[in-house]
């Protein structure tokens, strides 16, 4: 199997490596994959008062290609929108290392990462907001 | 102890391996990976590979997705007549015995006084036993007699009946331009050491769409259709004697020349030494020819004391000598089948070797005839 | 073996700094010995015959080659030479001596016994021949990949034809009591094959003492070339198969097709150079061996050994890193070539059906890595390759969720994972 350069570079020096505090407010988790099927992603987003991802954290147990996918992932979603964020797609990742056929999957969880992470911070939002209905939708 | 270098008369039974491709070979032999394996090792194992498959292909025209590497023309042979699943099985009576005994059952189609299938008894054979699928599998060139087969339009009677057409082309390769898709057969058999490459390397090229259940289960090599581990030296020199066999068409007419020189020289001495398949289109480099009275083996062995190596009969046969069954479909009686030898030319031979040759052809051929006159 | 411009051979005279890429995939394939090498050449050019043209001299020449060899596979093992016959490697072997015996005495018997941690090609030789009707009865493995001798006892019946216990295992290395094991069979009168691919010239067999009724060899697994092997099939008492390939009727009936004179030279010389340094060999692994595994557990904690350690091949290890990736791992550490799960299934991302049957749970059988040390492995490259496993391992660490996890003291079966 051959990899990417880009691939590769993502492996030797993965982008925004790192956790985040899971129970704070503005701070979504995304924990997808599973240790037995050889893949775990955390990928957890900061988000700010105007629903922008300030930052974003990740964590991968998994080959290169699912390091590399998640890696990408959190430089893409920087700066970004929940909304925006969510558009993102598992072949626009799959593309841009280079995916080999039998990594697609490691660009799946990335895609499921980020809308997880992005769920958890809705969903914390969304009990907040319980208390105050008249500010939902 | 080395022994003397000899004429070597018989391509047939095996070539001698090409320079190039024993340096390929030698070469090969330090990659050390396995190319099932996916770290550099592994990966440069099978890009050898892969690059043979391409010349392999290449060499009867087909893409390289559809070449299975096997251990050898009778694997190639054995997978295709059991790999196939097919209703029945229909074969010439003059194929090599890796059809015949891997078909015991098979129908055997007879051949006609020059040794080419019968095509209306195939056809004939077909309507009979046709039904579901049949398999038909007929060789290209024969090992014995050199005599080429119409392959092609066995293929268009088989697949108008319905049939599939496997074609063994160990002998023909190399020595005959082939052209799988041309020659309309759904699978078709091949040996490196037929045409200058290593012994222990073979394929069968299956076209796309051609079920074959492999033979060797194991792990998942040559895309399920023959497990086991590669024998990249034996592919890697499989496809550079590839490559070299295309080019060397072009020198076959030298070797029709040394060989038609070998039988004008016999007839001269004795017209009435049957050529075999003399009549019918042949590969330029194999004539098999009978000694009135004298016995092949007395020939084999006269001929070897005077530094010629030829065969009678086909070398596989493990040193039994019996007489030669496809001479006898050709409708020899037993003893002239007896007389009979196998001259098989390759790249290397002379015309002072074909001289010489034919020379103690005469010298065995006139002693006998002085005992028996005595 | 080449691999930018550097033979294994050449490490040897070099200085001490290690030749990279260091190969560390015996088990896998073994580099052919140059002394191997030189002995197969000369039957690539100016000794060509074909072994069964016996009216000429250059057949007689190529017979007597393929004889020579035949007596030095049939020595390494004990056998007589009239016992071994060529394939073309032990996948073949495998394949032949199951379908081979089990087609043969069909009518008398129709079961076999075997383990879950054979190679694939004697599991799916089994599956082949349950597909015809035969039935197969698969044992499992103790924890430590040994086979436990009560329940082949009990597996055995009046219709057992043949049982097939591999002598030693090509992921994690066990080795198999192949005496006991055939005494068992010897007394129940079932034909005992053993898979030796990975065995034979590693660790001294005897086919008559251990009882073996066949045995399976592989060229390429002990220095020798790839494309050939052979199968012992013996005659006291005498085994009986059909075979797989036809035609010419060489090798005694049992497999048809021309002799690779070559490669046939190139098993025996690789057989004759194994059985004369098996022994200084074997030492020498099993010191590199112990020399790595020494130093990762010194330095690395959460690392865990599949396989027993007493009962196993001296050049194999086979390594949880728990909490790091086997495939992300092979990434951070490509100077080394190692293998995650076997060569033949490595394509495929299934986790190790070895490490499953020795009830290694899935998320630790996906840290696993194959470390095969072998005849051109150095010291140099063992202390080179634990500094970049360890180092390699420890970022992988730094970057794994489930090690953050695990540092937290969260049990990670705890989690609802969602799988995918």
């Known amino acids: ?137 | 102890m080395t022994p003397q270098r000899a004429i070597y008369l018989d391509h047939n039974a095996t070539a001698p391996v090409l320079p190039d491709v024993a340096a390929a070979v030698a070469g090969a032999l330090e990659l050390g990976g396995n190319p099932s394996s996916v770290h550099r090792f592994g990966r440069a194992s099978r890009q050898a590979v892969d690059r043979a498959r391409a010349a392999v292909a290449a060499l009867v025209g087909v893409p390289g997705t559809w070449v299975v590497f096997t251990s050898g023309g009778t694997e190639a042979n054995n997978l295709a007549l059991t790999g196939v699943a097919a209703g029945r099985v229909l074969v010439s009576a003059i194929e090599h015995d890796s059809v015949l005994r891997a078909a015991p059952d098979a129908v055997r189609v007879a051949v006609d006084r020059n040794g080419v299938v019968d095509l209306a008894a195939l056809d004939a054979s077909l309507a009979q036993h046709g039904g579901d699928r049949a398999l038909v599998s007929l060789m290209l060139a024969n090992n014995e007699t050199g005599v080429i087969q119409p392959v092609a339009e066995a293929a268009a009677i088989a697949h108008r009946r319905g049939a599939l057409l496997h074609c063994d082309a160990v002998q023909a390769a190399g020595r005959i331009a082939i052209d799988m898709g041309a020659l309309g057969a759904d699978l078709l058999t091949l040996s490196a050491h037929k045409l200058g490459g290593p012994t222990g390397a073979g394929a069968l090229a299956v076209r796309d769409g051609v079920q074959v259940t492999a033979m060797l289960r194991g792990g998942g090599q040559e895309s399920w259709r023959r497990a086991g581990t590669e024998n990249v030296a034996g592919i890697v020199g499989f496809g550079v004697a590839a490559e070299a066999a295309q080019q060397g068409l072009a020198r076959m007419a030298d070797i029709a020349a040394l060989r038609d020189e070998i039988e004008r020289g016999i007839r001269d001495i004795a017209p009435q030494a049957p050529i075999y398949g003399s009549a019918a289109r042949r590969i330029a480099n194999t004539t098999c020819v009978g000694m009135p009275g004298v016995k092949g083996e007395t020939q084999v062995m006269a001929f070897d004391l005077a530094g010629i190596a030829v065969s009678a009969g086909a070398a596989c046969s493990s040193g039994k000598v019996a007489p030669s069954a496809v001479l006898g479909a050709m409708g020899a009686g037993a003893s002239a089948a007896a007389e009979a030898i196998r001259v098989s030319l390759g790249r290397g031979n002379t015309a002072e070797e074909a001289k010489r040759f034919v020379a103690e052809w005469k010298t065995l051929y006139d002693r006998t005839r002085r005992l028996k006159a005595a | 073996m080449v691999a930018n411009g550097t033979t294994a051979a050449e490490k040897l005279n070099g200085d001490n700094r290690p030749k990279l890429p260091i190969y560390l995939d015996y088990q896998a394939t073994t580099p052919c010995d140059p002394r191997v090498v030189e002995a197969m050449l000369p039957y690539f050019t100016e000794k060509f015959g074909n072994p069964h043209s016996r009216n000429h001299v250059y057949g007689w020449e190529a017979e007597d080659a393929v004889e020579t060899a035949r007596k030095q596979v049939a020595s390494i093992i004990g056998a007589d030479e009239k016992e071994v016959i060529f394939t073309s490697g032990a996948t073949e072997s495998n394949n032949l001596a199951l379908k081979g015996v089990a087609r043969f005495y069909k009518d008398k018997k129709n079961h076999l016994v075997t383990v879950a941690t054979e190679h694939k090609c004697v599991l799916d030789s089994m599956r082949h021949l349950e597909e015809e009707g035969f039935k197969v009865t698969y044992l499992p493995v103790r924890k430590d990949g040994l086979l436990d001798l009560e329940l082949l006892k009990g597996a055995i019946t009046d219709k057992t034809v043949l049982v097939s216990v591999m002598a030693a295992n090509n992921e994690i290395g066990v080795v198999q009591p192949l005496a006991e094991i055939g005494e068992i069979c010897r007394a129940r009168g079932v034909f005992f094959h053993t898979d030796a691919a990975q065995a034979v010239g590693k660790i001294p067999i005897d086919v008559k003492k251990m009882k073996i009724d066949l045995l399976s060899i592989s060229g390429h697994k002990i220095y020798g070339p790839k494309g050939i092997g052979a199968l012992y099939v013996g005659r006291k008492p005498r085994v009986r198969l059909q075979a797989l390939i036809t035609g010419g009727g060489q090798e005694r009936g049992m497999r048809s097709g021309t002799l690779p004179t070559p490669l046939c030279v190139g098993l025996g010389a690789a057989c004759a150079v194994a059985e004369k340094e098996m022994g200084a060999e074997a030492e020498r692994l099993r010191m590199l061996r112990d020399r790595f595994y020494r130093q990762i557990k010194e330095r690395l904690p959460d690392v865990y050994l599949n396989g027993d350690l007493e009962h196993r091949l001296p050049g194999n290890l086979n390594l949880s890193f728990a909490y790091v990736e086997g495939e992300g791992l092979m990434m951070g550490i490509k100077d080394l070539c190692v293998s995650s799960g076997s060569a033949c299934t490595s394509a495929s991302l299934e986790p190790s059906y070895v490490l499953r049957a020795l009830g290694v749970e899935e998320d630790l059988a996906h840290t696993s890595l194959r470390i095969g040390f072998g005849r051109f492995t150095t010291e140099q490259d063992v202390d080179y390759a634990v500094e970049h496993i360890v180092s390699a391992v420890k970022r992988l660490r730094e970057l794994s969720p489930l090690w953050e996890m695990a540092q937290e003291g969260i049990d990670i079966k705890s989690i609802q994972w969602t799988g995918h």
């Not at chain 1, 590769?8 to 701070?27: F, T």
């Not at chain 1, 700010?48 to 996918?69: L, P, Y």
């Not at chain 1, 799959?94 to 992005?118: F, G, R, T």
């Open chain 1, 1 to 137: 199997m051959a990899y990417s350069e880009k691939l590769l570079e993502h492996y030797e020096n993965p982008r925004n490596v790192g956790s985040l505090d899971k129970n704070a407010q503005d701070v979504g988790t995304g924990l997808v994959g599973a240790p037995a099927c050889g893949d775990v992603m955390k990928l957890q987003i900061r988000v700010n008062e105007q629903g922008v991802i300030e930052d974003a954290k990740f964590k991968t147990f998994g080959c290169g290609s699912a390091i590399a996918s998640s890696s990408l992932a959190t430089e893409w979603i920087k700066g970004k929108t929940l909304d925006e964020a969510e558009q993102i797609k598992n072949t626009q990742i799959a593309q841009q290392l280079a995916l080999p056929p039998v990594k697609i999957h490691c660009s799946v969880l990335a895609e499921d990462a980020i809308k997880a992470a992005v769920a958890d911070y809705r969903a914390k939002h969304a009990r907040k907001d319980e208390t105050a209905p008249q500010a939902a939708q």
